[in-house]
């Protein structure tokens, strides 16, 4: 009896359990969420369930049909569900900054999806200057997106990314998010992620009202400081020149909105010139919705709105200034007060609702079962299929930068019979190769992984305790260096070193990371390969001069295959062909206040501007600089205009300027009709000199032969990826419009062009210009 008793329960026992995880995997295998269910007969007939009716007039309808308390529901992040219309909860938050990730509220990797493709941090992305790989990996990304959402996985399809703040100071610890310091390339990749993401073509104009995923372009403007020397995001008043805003800190934004036709916006914690930016009419509204034309949603920053109040005490209505998501709670528990106090009206409210919900119907998520729908055949299959693994490893590739390479020391002879020491904190971390805002990767190759794949005889030691190197093995690691015949030493930054809310204050390597490195090179047979893994500049002027120090490279965050893609190079499978996407100051540029905004030099205060545009001081490497196992020669095969004359096609008088007999025009004046009759194309011949095929990018600047003072250096006009053969030649073409390209912005925040001799450069090679009032 007994033991029928005891089998009883245990069968019991087991039959619960059993029960509890068929519940527990049916809740994480839900159908995705969506309104407008054809199968419900009391929602079926609602006029915003129809499709074939204009979405504006969809919207209309199911905002008119909300409540005053339905509709303050609906102003946060974390949306609730409105039963009686058959309106599904929904998250705005969601994180894809180089892939999908469960950082935010809206997706979960965590049952059939349990990982997601993982590419390079967005910096190293940025170094191969190649368009066409940042749209696909949009689209790799939006796909994947798609793919969580059918495998009830998501509960939001708006993903804040891409980050296109300047990388304007080389100790923010976000700078690793951005595509770099120049506005022109932060520009074109915001255009070829967004459009990859929401599924658009690469030249745009496709996309119709559907979007694959929505991508929201942060953080909206001049943000780019975290916490530095005491002062943080949440406060930072941020002084800003009009003619900086003009550009070099709006362009990317403007880029995003009227080309990439992004459905999302974010607006930054920071103040600038003395208004918070999500409180900021002008910004907001005015420039984004007005004059560029922005049809989508604006949301805060997490918390940013509560912050205004709490942290800067700045009394102003969010709501009026037209952002239309609080990401936080702050309208949730004020909003009705305001309204009933009569210092809100309804119908900002019902703005901000039409934005909201125009963006989920273009998502397909009221047009009933999205299976049926455009998109629902994205299967789950998709995610870290092969396809994308691949475009990973080939990101990683593409970005990696060579910075040194004495006396041909690269590529190692491949040799299963060499041996080889890898040294170094960041030699075998997997969770550093992914940087920040990153989920579960597919799989992952560290360095030390990729590098064991050539040699059979690979000894490895961290040398240092962290990344941090508060204590060093370095007895240990020159015992191990005397023995071999190579050295590779990993070693740079990590997440504890730079990230969100953390800026640097040394641009050096951390610790005794220095004295390790010069400690082993100097006792290795050889000189020894130094691999730099980091999302900021580091200043190894030290390492650049020192003879011991062989090769350099820099591998940036490279992703999921990041440490195959290093081992490639290293030993000759791969050409490198990155180049730097931010300019690499001295340690000594940290004696200038990060609180700084001015992108201009001002030689009288000893003040040396910011960027490769402006900067007039010492650079570890600049912008652009990057080497290859090839050398690469240029000529100008043709130009098809090299004087530009508007004196004969406006009627609109120059004006000359205070500090030069030169004169000039706004841009604004002479219209987009004549500045674009006025385009001329430049053809460049780039030839490849080595026996080694590889992808090359070309960069063509230009630059004024007498420049004003606050004019830029020089600035990129434009760039191109193209892959040649050892020995063979190629061609790329550039169409420069001169308001576009040659212009900058004025003292007023006027994008002015100017007349006189240009000269445009690449490489070592110049071409003259001329414009003419």
């Known amino acids: 009896m007994r033991l029928f008793t005891l089998t009883f329960i245990l069968t019991n026992f087991f039959f619960f359990i059993f029960t509890i995880l068929v519940?527990?995997?049916?809740?994480?295998?839900?159908?995705?969420?969506?309104?407008?269910?054809?199968?419900?007969?009391?929602?079926?007939?609602?006029?915003?369930?129809?499709?074939?009716?204009?979405?504006?007039?969809?919207?209309?309808?199911?905002?008119?049909?909300?409540?005053?308390?339905?509709?303050?529901?609906?102003?946060?992040?974390?949306?609730?569900?409105?039963?009686?219309?058959?309106?599904?909860?929904?998250?705005?938050?969601?994180?894809?900054?180089?892939?999908?990730?469960?950082a935010g509220k809206g997706v979960e990797l965590d049952s059939t999806i349990k990982a997601a493709t993982s590419f390079p941090q967005v910096i190293l992305t940025a170094a191969s200057f190649n368009a066409s790989l940042w749209y696909r990996i949009g689209q790799v990304i939006g796909t994947e997106a798609r793919a969580a959402y059918n495998a009830g996985q998501a509960k939001g399809m708006t993903f804040w990314a891409p980050n296109i703040n300047i990388y304007r100071d080389p100790r923010w610890g976000r700078g690793q998010e951005t595509p770099g310091e120049d506005p022109l390339v932060t520009g074109e990749y915001a255009v070829a992620f967004v459009r990859g993401v929401q599924g658009d073509s690469f030249q745009g104009g496709k996309l119709g009202d559907h979007l694959q995923a929505s991508a929201c372009c942060k953080h909206f403007t001049a943000y780019d400081l975290d916490k530095w020397n005491g002062i943080n995001r949440f406060i930072f008043y941020a002084k800003v020149t009009q003619q900086d805003l003009a550009d070099t800190y709006q362009p990317p934004f403007q880029s995003c909105i009227e080309k990439g036709r992004a459905s999302g916006i974010m607006c930054a914690y920071n103040r600038v010139n003395g208004v918070p930016n999500c409180a900021d009419f002008n910004l907001l509204t005015n420039k984004a919705r007005k004059q560029w034309h922005f049809n989508g949603y604006i949301t805060s920053d997490c918390d940013a709105v509560s912050i205004i109040y709490t942290d800067q005490k700045i009394v102003k209505t969010p709501e009026d200034a037209g952002m239309d998501v609080d990401c936080g709670s702050y309208l949730q528990n004020h909003t009705k007060k305001a309204v009933q106090q009569k210092k809100l009206d309804v119908a900002q409210i019902d703005r901000a609702l039409h934005n909201l919900f125009a963006v989920r119907m273009r998502l397909g998520l009221f047009d009933g079962d999205p299976t049926k729908r455009p998109f629902g055949h994205i299967g789950a299959d998709q995610v870290c299929s092969q396809d994308h693994q691949d475009l990973a490893l080939d990101a990683a590739r593409d970005g990696i930068v060579l910075l040194k390479n004495s006396a041909r020391l690269l590529p190692l002879p491949k040799s299963k019979t060499i041996s080889l020491a890898v040294i170094g904190p960041n030699a075998n971390s997997a969770a550093m190769l992914i940087g920040n805002y990153a989920g579960p990767p597919c799989k992952t190759i560290t360095p030390l992984q990729g590098l064991q794949g050539y040699v059979n005889n690979a000894i490895y030691h961290p040398g240092c305790n962290a990344v941090n190197c508060t204590s060093a093995n370095i007895d240990e690691a020159v015992a191990i260096a005397k023995k071999v015949d190579f050295v590779v030493l990993v070693m740079g930054l990590d997440q504890t070193q730079e990230k969100e809310e953390l800026d640097r204050t040394s641009l050096q390597l951390p610790g005794k990371q220095q004295q390790l490195i010069t400690s082993v090179a100097r006792a290795a047979k050889k000189p020894v390969v130094l691999v730099l893994l980091s999302g900021g500049p580091v200043d190894i002027t030290w390492a650049k001069y020192d003879s011991k120090i062989g090769g350099i490279l820099w591998a940036g965050y490279p992703g999921e295959a990041g440490g195959l893609a290093v081992a490639e190079i290293i030993f000759g499978d791969h050409n490198p062909g990155g180049r730097l996407p931010i300019t690499w100051y001295p340690q000594d540029f940290t004696k200038i206040p990060m609180t700084d905004m001015r992108m201009r030099a001002q030689p009288s205060s000893g003040y040396p501007g910011r960027t490769y545009r402006f900067y007039k001081g010492p650079k570890v490497y600049e912008f652009g600089y990057g080497l290859s196992y090839s050398t690469h020669s240029y000529e100008f095969a043709s130009v098809s205009n090299d004087k530009l004359d508007f004196s004969l096609s406006s009627s609109v008088d120059k004006v000359e300027n205070s500090d030069s007999a030169a004169g000039y025009r706004l841009v604004s004046e002479l219209g987009e009709e004549l500045c674009k009759a006025k385009s001329f194309s430049v053809t460049v011949g780039v030839r490849n000199h080595g026996d080694m095929a590889g992808k090359h990018s070309v960069l063509l600047f230009v630059r004024q032969e007498k420049p004003r003072n606050g004019n830029p250096v020089k600035q990129l006009v434009g760039f191109s990826s193209v892959k040649i053969n050892g020995g063979e030649k190629a061609e790329v073409q550039f169409v420069l419009n001169p308001c576009e390209h040659f212009s900058s912005g004025n003292e007023d925040g006027l994008m002015v062009l100017e007349e006189g001799s240009h000269v445009l450069l690449v490489g070592d090679v110049e071409y003259p210009i001329h414009v003419a009032f």
């Open 23 to 102: 519940l527990f995997r049916h809740a994480h295998s839900s159908p995705p969420p969506f309104a407008c269910d054809a199968s419900n007969p009391s929602t079926k007939s609602f006029p915003f369930c129809k499709t074939d009716l204009p979405i504006t007039t969809r919207v209309h309808d199911l905002v008119s049909r909300l409540t005053l308390d339905e509709k303050i529901s609906q102003l946060v992040d974390s949306a609730p569900s409105i039963p009686r219309l058959g309106i599904p909860a929904y998250e705005w938050w969601s994180e894809a900054l180089h892939g999908i990730t469960d």
